[in-house]
């Protein structure tokens, strides 16, 4: 494998596809275009789409005001590389053999982006990818990060398996790669473009133009934001706390290491400069007179984290909007299916935490919003329980592609129309299933099934514990009634379904698992 460092090209080298520079593509409903911006640990809750009155995200409300807002979509496994290889699928990680991050996941199975190829689209993905291996089956052309990536001057590789290291924040360069991919791509052909963003993902580096973006803000606690975790012991266990497991230096920049720390040394001297001025000479320096301790301290990092988090999806909601005006310019906009997601939720100080993992709903939950001119009407909202195995079942039905019965999800199509929705027979319960333990963050494994009013969960590995959750009475998830006297026929009745949810997605390992600990 090459590695290059140059200056940054957009001229991109397409090899093995032909570009036909033909006029724009008239509307066509049974081929629309399809376009994915898929980010990395954005919090639903950290979108003004979902709720959020602070922080305004003014691109992703776009997408949702012009198409539709899913309310209740959740994932199945609630960590990066699992989530990416769910979407791909459309199976659960014990079918796609991805459960863990840093793994290599096998492109020679199934993946739908294969079938659209052979429905005619030319396919990419740009960005962020985090698979382990590079998507030669399925994709036309790609230019993703090594890994996870890096916030400044990151290194791409090419889908001739050159490393190729770019100036600039990351958040742009994938914008303006995906922009020069969509000016020379075969317009004679409809596409389908994953653009695969770093941001939202830990530590958290603003682009230089946002640095101290939200500074004004005093950002108001959560409820549980001091949880004790009572009656809860996974919770208890965990190493996801603001206060005890996120760093000063490395995450929230007080004093950092721009010499020896990974983070910081690729950057420019003027990049640097910009860098130190903000984090050393004023938030460090404020720190170190602050002489915080105890909860001050704790709320003092909770202050920061939110304030370097948001100032990171500022940019990413402002690349959003450049590809909005993009499609819009270049008369893309009416047969162009345009999706923004995450790949699950995160905690913005909930419980106490950061990360994801738990079926708890901030990790449960994550946002996705779909707009399809002609077909979705605007402002529509959708109630029902949509899942990440539902995605690629989706994606193929807009393109009007078979979908293969080996895929776990079902289409959700036919909810996006408003008028006829509610009378559609849907799930009304969703089966989840966590695995990565002890490393990072010492979550333990767990299974469980959420339906409209209740969630039940069991941790094993290390533990055998099960939580209840009345989720009318408690939405934050704080009160375990597992063994409340009264609750018996409730949890019978939910570990009934949660079998016959093991069943139909074919979760042996867990089911040997019930039937061991619940005969």
């Given at each position: 494998m090459?590695k290059i460092t140059k200056k940054i ?17 008239s509307?066509?409903?049974?081929h629309?275009?399809i376009?994915i911006?898929?980010?990395d ?15 305004l ?6 997408i ?9 979509n959740?994932v199945?496994?609630s960590?990066?590389?699992p989530?990416?290889a ?12 991805y ?5 290599k ?11 659209l ?6 396919t990419a993905?740009i960005g962020?990818?985090?698979?382990g ?5 399925g994709f ?13 001057n990151?290194?791409f590789?090419?889908y ?14 994938i914008t ?6 969509l000016?020379k791509?075969d317009?004679s052909k ?18 230089l133009?946002?640095l ?6 005093n950002?108001?606690?959560?409820e ?10 996974a919770a208890?266990d ?8 996120m ?7 007080v004093h950092?290491?721009y010499d020896?720390?990974d983070?910081?040394n ?8 910009v860098?130190a001025?903000?984090?050393?000479n ?5 720190f170190d ?9 704790v709320?003092?990092?909770y202050e920061?984290y939110?304030?370097d988090y948001y ?5 990413l ?9 993009y499609l819009?310019k270049?008369?893309l906009?009416k047969n ?7 790949d ?9 935490w950061?990360?994801k993992?738990f079926?708890?709903?901030?990790s449960l ?5 779909i707009?399809y001119p ?6 529509t909202?959708v109630?029902?329980f949509v899942s ?10 807009i ?6 019965a ?7 199509l036919?909810l ?10 849907w ?8 695995y990565e333990f002890?490393?990072p ?12 009013k209740?969630?039940l ?8 514990w ?7 009475k408690?939405?934050h ?6 063994n409340?006297?009264g609750?018996?026929k409730?949890?019978?009745?939910l ?5 016959k949810l ?7 390992e867990?089911?040997?698992?019930l039937?061991k600990?619940?005969?």
């Amino acid at each position: 494998m090459k590695k290059i460092t140059k200056k940054i090209s957009f001229t991109l080298l397409l090899g093995y596809f032909p570009v036909l520079l033909f006029a724009q593509q008239s509307i066509n409903h049974e081929h629309p275009n399809i376009l994915i911006i898929f980010s990395d640990d954005h919090a639903y809750q950290a979108t003004s789409a979902y709720g959020n009155k602070i922080i305004l995200t003014p691109n992703i409300d776009r997408i949702a005001k012009e198409g539709a807002l899913l309310i209740n979509n959740f994932v199945t496994n609630s960590i990066c590389g699992p989530s990416r290889a769910t979407l791909l699928t459309g199976k659960y990680s014990h079918l796609n053999g991805y459960k863990f991050n840093e793994r290599k996941f096998d492109f020679n199975q199934q993946v739908f982006p294969a079938l659209l190829q052979q429905s005619g689209y030319q396919t990419a993905w740009i960005g962020k990818l985090h698979l382990g291996n590079l998507p030669y089956n399925g994709f036309n052309y790609f230019n993703v990060l090594p890994g996870q990536g890096v916030y400044y001057n990151p290194d791409f590789i090419n889908y001739k398996n050159d490393t190729i290291r770019y100036p600039g924040y990351v958040t742009d360069i994938i914008t303006d790669f995906s922009v020069d991919w969509l000016d020379k791509r075969d317009t004679s052909k409809p596409f389908f473009l994953v653009v695969g963003e770093k941001a939202t993902h830990r530590e958290w580096l603003p682009s230089l133009e946002d640095l101290g973006a939200y500074d004004s803000i005093n950002f108001p606690l959560p409820e549980t934001f001091y949880d004790n975790y009572d009656n809860r012991l996974a919770a208890k266990d965990q190493d996801m706390t603001i206060d005890k497991t996120m760093r000063l230096q490395q995450d929230l920049k007080v004093h950092a290491d721009y010499d020896k720390d990974d983070i910081y040394n690729r950057f420019t001297p003027e990049q640097r400069k910009v860098f130190a001025d903000y984090y050393e000479n004023k938030i460090s320096k404020e720190f170190d007179e602050k002489k915080l301790s105890g909860k001050e301290l704790v709320r003092w990092k909770y202050e920061r984290y939110l304030k370097d988090y948001y100032a990171t999806a500022k940019s990413l909601d402002r690349n959003i909007g450049k590809i909005l005006d993009y499609l819009d310019k270049n008369g893309l906009e009416k047969n162009t299916v345009v999706i923004y997601a995450s790949d699950q939720g995160f905690y913005l100080g909930e419980h106490g935490w950061f990360d994801k993992r738990f079926m708890y709903e901030e990790s449960l939950r994550s946002a996705f919003v779909i707009r399809y001119p002609g077909v979705i009407k605007p402002g529509t909202v959708v109630p029902q329980f949509v899942s990440n195995i539902d995605w690629a079942p989706t994606l193929l039905d807009i393109a009007h592609a078979k979908i293969p019965a080996a895929i776990q999800g079902v289409s959700f199509l036919k909810l996006l129309n408003a008028k006829k929705s509610i009378a559609i027979p849907w799930r009304n319960e969703v089966y989840y299933h966590y695995y990565e333990f002890p490393e990072p963050h010492h979550v333990h494994p767990h299974f469980g099934i959420r339906t409209e009013k209740y969630k039940l969960i069991y941790f094993y590995e290390g533990m055998s514990w099960w939580e209840l959750y009345d989720l009318t009475k408690d939405p934050h998830e704080i009160h375990n009634i597992y063994n409340k006297k009264g609750n018996e026929k409730i949890i019978a009745g939910l570990k009934t379904e949660l079998k016959k949810l093991m069943i139909q997605y074919k979760d042996d390992e867990a089911l040997k698992m019930l039937e061991k600990i619940n005969p």
